[in-house]
C-alpha cells in the first residue's frame, strides 16, 4: 500500500533521523543513548524509507547487507576489547587517548565499542525487517 504522505515525509525525515542517530551515538559516550539507542534510531529511518518505498529501495539505499553490518558491528566490538590485551591491561579495558577531539573529547575504546554496537543494532533490526517484508 503506497502511502504518498509518508513517502514525501521520509523525505526529509530519513537525513534528520540520521543525524539524529549519530548525535546519539557521540552522546551517549557518556551521558545517555549511546550505540544501542542510536543504531535503533538508524534502523527506524530505514525501516521508515522501506515502508514507504518497499524493500527493495530500501536495501538498494542501505548498500550494505544487514549481514555485513552485522559481522562489521561484532568485529568492531571485539577490537575494542582486544586493543586492551597489548598495554597489559584486562579484556574491555577502556584504553583513552591523551589528545581530545573537538566537539567530542577524549576518544578511546569505549567509542568504539558503541560503534561497533550501532552498527550491529542497525544490521540486526534492518535484517528483521527486510526479512519480515519479503513474505
Do not use: C, K
Amino acid at each position: 500500500m503506497y502511502s504518498l504522505i509518508l513517502a514525501t515525509a521520509i523525505r526529509i525525515l530519513l537525513p534528520l533521523m540520521l543525524l539524529f542517530s549519530l548525535f546519539l551515538l557521540l552522546r551517549g559516550h557518556n551521558e545517555p543513548g549511546g550505540g544501542f539507542a542510536g543504531g535503533l534510531v538508524a534502523a527506524a529511518a530505514f525501516a521508515l524509507y522501506s515502508l514507504a518505498h518497499g524493500e527493495q529501495e530500501g536495501r538498494r539505499l542501505l548498500r550494505v547487507d544487514p549481514l555485513r553490518l552485522v559481522a562489521t558491528g561484532l568485529l568492531m566490538a571485539l577490537a575494542s576489547g582486544l586493543l586492551s590485551l597489548p598495554m597489559g591491561l584486562p579484556f574491555l579495558t577502556a584504553a583513552w587517548s591523551s589528545v581530545p577531539v573537538p566537539g567530542i573529547g577524549h576518544v578511546g575504546t569505549p567509542l568504539l565499542f558503541d560503534a561497533g554496537v550501532y552498527v550491529l543494532v542497525v544490521g540486526i533490526a534492518l535484517l528483521i525487517i527486510f526479512t519480515l517484508m519479503e513474505e
